[in-house]
């Protein structure tokens, strides 16, 4: 199996696993219990804490963890509406995951309104629109970091920075730029901040929401008042145990050069298949996206349709957010870009993880190029691809 879908999910790291096992089986207490065999479980949810904190560059007391990045960026939006009662807009941008596009949709039936920024052809907003949009009653920013589908970066930083000293609060989605490039929140005007445990090599369950001390945070989730009040529920002890050990590892693989290394698969994938293949193109900013993530369309040619042919050889990569996998619109994010509909349906996202090699990045070029070839030798009509 070559697998080049690491922006949908990752595989767990061996070393996560091993950390995480005893707490299924032998440390298996619950955290808010009062006696001694729950106290190895509250310690170890703290050095979870302290791992993220130093993965992301916060204090540890700024850490929540929650099942999942929607939780997280729900919650985040939820908080900064009830924090400031009276505000009720809210500025998101036209590429965001359906996690805060459709939830920001739904609190459009409580009587908050949302102004969605477009993007240009690279996939980033314009700092000067966001200012615009800016308004008397704006709650809260919400932008991606890295865009899931094109791995497009967006200017998150420089527009946290716009809005320093105002009373707006800016959260961002970061999900996909955990463990791919560096993250260093202190001082960086950043007062919300969603990441998701299986976006890098910890298991599929778990998120952080980092939350900045001087924010004012209203719980999404209400009950016995775990993680200092701020989400309740018991907690996951083995994930949360998993996530921290996989901060630590990501944070190791990019102070080792690891953005670098990944960089250097996807230049290497990318160019080979420019030069082997007729009729592709590059989506989204060449200069500002992810060091692992390359978006391609193939004109002409039906993603689908390669992808069938990808997965009877054992190939994975994705047609775009795996959370809208199967549905029959094109990309909400490809047509925010201002491409047309085919191009959106011919469109490939190959994203890297530590794990694949430059073995891997040749066959999966040669598999591309033999693909592609064989769809363009059957377009003759009343061909059915696959039969």
């Known amino acids: 199996m070559i697998y080049f879908d690491n922006n949908a999910t990752t595989r767990v790291d061996p070393a996560v696993v091993e950390e995480m096992l005893p707490f299924f089986s032998e440390k298996y207490g619950n955290p808010s219990a009062g006696y001694r065999f729950a106290k190895a479980c509250r310690e170890a949810i703290e050095v979870a804490r302290e791992r993220v904190a130093g993965f992301i560059g916060a204090d540890p007391s700024e850490i929540v963890f929650t099942s999942c990045g929607t939780e997280s960026n729900n919650a985040a939006i939820a908080s900064a509406l009830r924090a400031q009662p009276g505000k009720r807009h809210v500025i998101t941008s036209a590429i965001e995951h359906s996690a ?3 939830y920001c949709a739904a609190l459009g039936v409580e009587g908050v309104e949302t102004t969605i920024l477009p993007v240009d052809g690279g996939g980033r907003i314009s700092l ?3 200012e615009a949009a800016l308004r008397p009653d704006t709650a809260l920013v919400t932008l991606m970091l890295a865009n899931n589908e094109t791995g497009v970066l967006s200017p998150v930083f420089e527009a946290a920075e716009l809005l320093r000293g105002r009373e707006v609060l800016f959260h961002t989605d970061a999900v996909n730029a955990a463990g791919k490039v560096p993250l260093a929140l202190e001082g960086s005007g950043v007062h919300l901040l ?10 599929k369950g778990v998120g952080i929401l980092y939350v900045n001390r001087n924010v004012r945070f209203e719980p999404l989730l209400i009950g016995g008042g775990q993680e200092g009040g701020r989400r309740s529920g018991t907690e996951a002890v083995p994930n949360i145990v998993a996530i921290g050990k996989a901060a630590e590892l990501a944070r190791a693989f990019l102070a080792e050069a690891g953005s670098q290394r ?3 698969l996807r230049d290497h994938f990318e160019r080979e298949i420019l030069e082997r293949v007729p009729g592709v193109v590059r989506n989204g900013s060449a ?3 992810l060091p692992n993530t390359a978006h391609l369309s193939f004109e002409g040619l039906d993603a689908g349709e390669m992808l069938l042919l990808f997965d009877q050889k054992d190939f994975y990569c994705s047609s775009g957010s795996a959370c809208s996998t199967g549905k029959a619109k094109p990309s909400h994010v490809m047509l925010a870009m201002g491409h047309s509909e085919e191009r959106a349906r011919s469109s490939l996202r190959f994203s890297f993880s530590r794990y694949n090699t430059d ?5 999966a070029v040669a598999l591309v190029v033999k693909v ?3 769809l363009r030798s059957l377009r ?4 059915v691809v696959g039969g």
């Open 100 to 102: 805060v596009l459709k």
């Open 128 to 130: 000067d629109e966001l």
């Open 194 to 203: 969603s990441l998701s445990g299986h976006k890098f090599h910890a298991p």
């Open 262 to 264: 990944l960089a250097a």
């Open 287 to 289: 200069e500002h996206r």
């Open 359 to 363: 073995a891997e990045v040749e066959t």
């Open 372 to 374: 592609a070839e064989k």
């Open 380 to 383: 003759s009509p009343g061909v």
